[in-house]
């Protein structure tokens, strides 16, 4: 992922997993796994600085996010 935001994202306290894939079938189409311990931790993600620039770029390239929520 560009400027390692992925990085910064997996060292955050708090992080189990941070994977993004992107599709065979459309090298537009990308598949983001995310898992924070909690809440709180994903609130927290929300307001680092990395986590700002993804939104940038995000508004910059991105057409359609689709979130899908799941919890154990």
Not at 17 to 30: G, H, I, R, V, W
Request: proline fraction near 1%; hydrophobic fraction near 35%.
């Amino acid at each position: 992922m560009t400027e390692g935001i992925d990085i910064a994202c997996r060292a955050e306290d708090g992080n189990i997993k941070y994977d993004y894939f992107t599709s065979t079938d459309d090298s537009d189409e990308l598949l983001l796994i995310e898992k924070w311990r909690d809440a709180d931790a994903l609130a927290a993600h929300g307001r680092q600085p990395h986590f700002a620039r993804l939104r940038e770029i995000k508004d910059e390239f991105v057409t359609e996010t689709i979130i899908e929520k799941y919890e154990a």
